[in-house]
Nanobody, 125 residues
Framework: QVQLVESGGGLGQAGGSLRLSCAAS????????MGWFRQAPGKEREFVAA????????KYADSVKGRFTITRDNAKSAAYLQMNSLKPDDTAVYYC??????????????????WGKGTLVTVSS
């Protein structure tokens, strides 16, 4: 049974930083692309970032490029999202997700195989 469990959410200040973690179990972690998505209140879920199985290839949404960094540690079966220069617009529930294929079009549409339950990030101005 695949489980993805996010942690690290909470209250951050504009201009500050937060680091999210995603602990994975029940899958061959290095074989999966890992992604982060977010859903703000009253809005649809959107793609944030993705990293290939090896960690060598990443993609970011334009809204977070240069501020957020996605990484992974295959030895720990974990993925991370370092969020810097936070903005109030970053307030959302952040979800970790996994899929086998790095098909950016599909990933951008949220076509992932497994999802975590999310962690809330609130950024105050």
């Amino acid at each position: 049974q695949v489980q993805l469990v996010e942690s690290g959410g909470g209250l951050g200040q504009a201009g500050g930083s937060l680091r999210l973690s995603c602990a994975a179990s029940g899958l061959t972690f290095s074989s999966y692309v890992m992604g982060w998505f977010r859903q703000a209140p009253g809005k649809e879920r959107e793609f944030v970032a993705a990293v290939s199985g090896s960690g060598g290839y990443t993609k970011y949404a334009d809204s977070v490029k240069g501020r957020f960094t996605i990484t992974r540690d295959n030895a720990k079966s974990a993925a991370y999202l370092q969020m810097n220069s936070l903005k109030p617009d970053d307030t959302a529930v952040y979800y970790c997700a996994a899929t086998r294929l790095f098909d950016y079009s599909a990933i951008h549409q949220g076509e992932m195989d497994f999802w975590g339950k999310g962690t809330l990030v609130t950024v105050s101005s």
